[in-house]
């Protein structure tokens, strides 16, 4: 998924939260496929939170450089929780999975909230080292510990999703999802009766411009929006995730339902009717359309660079003939000047190939071998 230097508008944000706090919800975390101190606005953020009475979390992965301020900032408004999330202390295991991160950043900001917390009381955040695990840096995980320990703060440790060296564009591109929704059948279900998800029932994923998405796990990709949040209903949203095919398709970990859930998501089966899967297979065509006249754009522009490269060939052959030509008729004059400045056996002529002998010696042979030859040629001289 493409970055974007896109932010949310503190009075959109401000809508946002307030439905959610009546809606239930109790935490706003300011994290989703994004780095939230990238945001000088992210204080603001937390204060409107906070304001609101609710907890806010924040995860980053702190590789940044020149955010003191923020980072400040950003604890003095409020933040009840930090969590920074590592896959090792030494650059080198580091980087596999922060592809193009600084662990030096990283140690830089932590040790800097560590001297806020210890020298001023009135911040109270939580702060955590999340330690990634995989197979290639597991001894990585001792020394995360210690450091945390040194400084004063947290530490956890999950398993790593997938694998840096795996490529995720083949499970994680949009073309992958939409293929998820085309082409489920019964067998790639793995919803089972009594079965919920937490992400689904227990958050909602919103980007900058206030839409709701299927899951905080999956990017924001348009196949995956459900809707704009301030325009449905609690109910109106976990509907249409539930009976979304890639949540259905979604081989993620499913908890055992209450009998209250249970309840309600029968409930809100029975009131809906065909129009939210009517509703995927208009957006899907959409999409589908949509696709198809990207991939006619991208032909297009093939057909232009190709013919933009052979006119460039072109051009090109064309220069070096055009040089050839200058340096050939460069040399025809220079050879003419010579022939009637130094005629052949003049002694003009032989020090004029004395000198273009030496020359070539110097440029094929080296110096060295040019004072050999010389000391000789001046030996037989005498």
């Known amino acids: 998924m493409a970055n974007s230097p896109k932010s949310m508008s503190l009075n959109l944000f401000r809508a946002i939260v307030e439905k959610a706090k009546s809606e239930g919800y109790d935490l706003i975390g300011l994290y ?26 924040v995860s980053s992965n702190l590789s940044l450089k020149g955010r003191f301020d923020t980072i400040e900032r950003s604890l003095a408004a409020g933040l009840d929780y930090l969590v920074v999330s590592v896959s090792g202390l030494n650059q080198e295991v580091y ?5 193009g991160g600084k662990i030096s950043y990283v140690r830089e900001n932590l040790e800097y909230i560590s001297k806020l917390l210890q020298n001023n009381s009135d911040i109270k955040t939580k702060v955590y080292i999340k330690f990634i695990k995989f197979d290639y840096n597991m001894r990585e995980e ?27 564009n083949l499970i994680c591109s949009e073309e992958s999802f939409l293929g998820r929704i085309k082409n489920i059948i019964p067998s ?78 029968d409930a809100l089966m029975s009131r809906s009717d065909s ?30 660079l190709q013919e933009k490269e052979s006119v460039i060939a072109t051009l090109e052959m064309q220069l070096r003939q055009i040089q050839r030509g200058i340096v050939m008729q460069l040399l025809s004059r220079y050879q003419r000047v010579v022939e009637k400045l130094l005629r052949p056996g003049t002694r003009r002529r032989q020090y004029y190939e004395l000198v273009l002998a030496g020359i070539r010696v110097i440029l094929n042979e080296g110096w060295r071998s040019y004072w ?3 000391r000789q040629w001046y030996k037989q001289r005498e």
């Open 188 to 265: 790639s279900i793995y919803e089972k009766g009594g079965e919920i998800c937490s992400l689904i029932l227990d958050t909602i994923s919103i980007d900058c411009d206030g839409n709701a998405f299927l899951c905080c796990a999956n990017p924001n990709y348009p196949v995956l929006r459900i809707g704009a949040y301030l325009d449905m209903t609690k109910s109106d949203i976990l509907i249409k995730r539930y009976t979304h095919p890639v949540c259905k398709s979604c081989p993620g970990y499913r908890r055992k339902a209450t009998a209250n859930e249970i309840a309600m998501l």
């Open 142 to 168: 001792l020394l995360l510990k210690e450091y945390a320990n040194s400084l004063s703060i947290g530490f956890e440790m999950i398993d790593g999703v997938g694998h840096p060296n795996k490529p995720v």
């Open 275 to 304: 129009s939210s899967f009517n509703d995927y297979e208009r957006r899907l065509a959409e999409l589908n359309n949509t696709l198809q006249t990207k991939v006619a754009q991208i032909s297009i522009l093939e057909t232009s």
């Open 372 to 374: 050999h030859k010389f």
């Open 32 to 57: 989703n496929w994004t780095e939230p101190f990238l945001s000088k606005k992210l204080p603001e953020f937390i204060s409107i939170v906070k304001e609101l009475g609710l907890t806010c979390h």
């Open 95 to 99: 980087e596999i999975n922060h592809r």
